[in-house]
């Protein structure tokens, strides 16, 4: 069993910049694909950014293309995403999943059941 725990969010003013982590544990995830998510107020949760397990592929929703960059660190078990030029509207609840699986498009990654383990969630919120 992977347990994923997000860290991270916070509020910020719009323009400046945060730096996500989600820690995995249980057993290592070094050969999962690791995505995240996010969901907004009264929104359906949406695809953010994700990343092969072995870190050299990389695919980003359109909101996050650009100003997100997703990275991972297999020797620490642990997924990282960069945000910058943050927005009011990237305000959500930010989740890390992960997957066992392997995967070779685009739309396999961006899809929420292709991911088998999920956190709780950290929440960023933007202020204009």
């Known amino acids: 069993q992977v347990q994923l725990v997000e860290s991270g969010g916070g509020l910020v003013q719009a323009g400046d910049s945060l730096r996500l982590s989600c820690a995995a544990s249980?057993?290592?995830?070094?050969?999962?694909?690791m995505a995240w998510f996010r969901q907004a107020p009264g929104k359906e949760r949406e695809f953010v950014a994700a990343i092969k397990w072995s870190g050299d592929i990389t695919y980003y929703g359109d909101s996050a293309e650009g100003r997100f960059t997703i990275s991972r660190d297999n020797a620490k078990n642990t997924l990282y995403m960069e945000m910058s030029s943050l927005k009011p509207e990237d305000t959500a609840v930010y989740y890390c999943?992960?997957?066992?699986?392997?995967?070779?498009?685009?739309?396999?990654?961006?899809?929420?059941?292709?991911?088998?383990?999920w956190g709780q969630g950290t929440q960023v919120t933007v202020s204009s």
């Open positions: 999943a992960a997957s066992p699986l392997t995967y070779t498009s685009h739309n396999s990654y961006a899809t929420e059941a292709a991911y088998a383990y």
């Open positions: 249980g057993r290592s995830v070094s050969n999962y694909a």
